[in-house]
């Protein structure tokens, strides 16, 4: 599937239980991944590109 976006919330204070799927949106060359810490909880955000 391309188009799309994904987002994710808490993955700064939460980033030791969220190990798996920050490892996985980081890695996937299919995705774009931003990190944002606007506030202590942390934000992601990852485009849908589709495979490289």
């Given amino acids: 599937m391309?188009?799309?976006a994904i987002v994710g919330h808490n993955v700064t204070n939460y980033?030791?239980?969220m190990q798996d799927y920050?490892?996985?949106i980081q890695?996937?060359?299919g995705?774009?991944?931003t990190f944002a810490e606007l506030?202590?909880?942390g934000m992601c955000?990852?485009?849908v590109r589709g495979p490289r």
Wanted: charged residues 25%; glycine residues 10%.
């Fill in 15 to 17: 980033a030791r239980d």
């Fill in 31 to 33: 995705l774009e991944t």
């Fill in 27 to 29: 890695n996937d060359p």
């Fill in 22 to 24: 920050l490892a996985a």
């Fill in 45 to 47: 955000v990852s485009i």
């Fill in 39 to 41: 506030s202590a909880e």
């Fill in 2 to 4: 391309t188009g799309g």
